[in-house]
């Protein structure tokens, strides 16, 4: 960093660092701030920005972190940004997979979370997570009488592979569910099989998630 630009940079870092040690920035302004730092490769704000990403994240702000980090993953701070979201989410699934604002993430995103083998969070969570996401998704969905209507079945379907419906209990495969309308009677009735014979259905086709 050259001399002349140490004048300007220091009332950021200022507003930044604050007074307050535990003063933490908006997700929006910090994520701003560290992808022009990156842009422009000015490496000390961009190092204090990292910092400050650990101290930011929580459940009140880890899915709108991820939902604005998706338009500057040019940027390597980004990336940083992302595998620290993740590794939280990692960590708190239950709780972050249950937040209204999981539904304001990315369709590839939401994927990557529960396709992670990493991810701590019950099949239940992880069924329902998805199932409000895509729910969320289809009443933002413009009408379009052109068109046949989609269905709430059609928006889950990327998803069901990353489910482990045979660790569901049969009472909820059953009830919630198959009640929902958003999952093949198949996929039901082999969890439900699976459960009561193991030795009757390929595991294989289960899930792209399965693990004993």
Not at 24 to 46: C, F, I, Q, S, W
Not at 63 to 82: E, F, R
Not at 90 to 97: A, I, P, Q
Not at 119 to 136: D, G, M, P, Q, R
Request: glycine content about 2%.
């Amino acid at each position: 960093m050259s001399e002349k630009s140490t004048p300007y940079l220091k009332p950021i870092l200022s507003t930044l660092v604050g007074p307050q040690e535990n003063q933490v920035p908006e997700p929006r302004t910090l994520l701003g701030l560290m992808n022009a730092a990156d842009h422009y490769d000015v490496e000390e704000l961009k190092q204090v920005c990292i910092n400050f990403v650990g101290r930011s994240i929580s459940t009140d702000t880890v899915c709108h972190m991820l939902s604005n980090a998706d338009s500057y993953i040019q940027y390597k701070s980004t990336k940083v940004l992302i595998q620290k979201a993740m590794d939280f989410i990692d960590k708190n699934g239950d709780e972050v997979l249950s937040l209204p604002s999981f539904s304001i993430l990315p369709k590839h995103v939401v994927q990557l979370i529960i396709s992670r083998e990493s991810l701590t969070v019950t099949e239940v969570n992880k069924f329902l997570a998805v199932y409000n996401w895509s729910k969320t998704q289809l009443e933002r969905e413009p009408a379009d009488p052109s068109n046949k209507p989609m269905q709430l079945a059609d928006v889950i379907s990327d998803f069901l592979d990353y489910i482990q419906f045979h660790k569901l209990p049969i009472p909820y495969l059953m009830n919630e569910v198959r009640q929902s309308d958003a999952v093949p009677d198949s996929i039901i009735m082999m969890a439900v099989a699976y459960q009561m014979d193991p030795a009757s259905i390929d595991v294989s086709e289960l899930s792209r998630s399965y693990s004993h």
